[in-house]
């Protein structure tokens, strides 16, 4: 059974970092493409960032493009988002979520459709 447990979450100052992990478990990583998404109190699950089943290609949404950076070890069954530079705006619910590539290795999308199995999330708040 595909399982995915995200981890590292907490409460940080803003300009902290903060690196989130995401167990994978039940299937072979390097199959799948992966996404982070967030959501805030009262708003809509935002895309932020996605990396392919390749490894090549990675997206992040503007609000963290050049703070926030998506990885992947697939001897580790584990992809990771590092969080630099945090704001107070970054606080939110973080989920991982994973799909399978379907023959397409260079690709990853960050909206929700784009995705068939989530963890349960992990909460981040940015706060002094």
């Known amino acids: 059974q595909l399982q995915l447990v995200e981890s590292g979450g907490g409460l940080v100052q803003p300009g902290g970092s903060l690196r989130l992990s995401c167990a994978a478990s039940?299937?072979?990583?390097?199959?799948?493409?992966f996404g982070w998404f967030r959501q805030a109190p009262g708003k809509e699950r935002e895309g932020i960032s996605c990396?392919?089943?390749?490894?090549?290609?990675?997206n992040y949404a503007d609000s963290v493009k050049g703070r926030f950076t998506i990885s992947r070890d697939n001897a580790k069954n584990t992809v990771y988002l590092q969080m630099n530079s945090l704001k107070p705006e970054d606080t939110a619910i973080y989920f991982c979520?994973?799909?399978?590539?379907?023959?397409?290795?260079?690709?990853?999308?960050?909206?929700?459709?784009?995705?068939?199995?989530w963890g349960q999330g992990t909460q981040v708040t940015v706060s002094s």
């Open positions: 979520a994973a799909d399978l590539d379907y023959g397409i290795q260079t690709m990853c999308g960050m909206t929700s459709g784009d995705f068939g199995s």
């Open positions: 039940g299937f072979t990583l390097r199959y799948y493409a």
């Open positions: 990396i392919s089943s390749s490894g090549a290609r990675t």
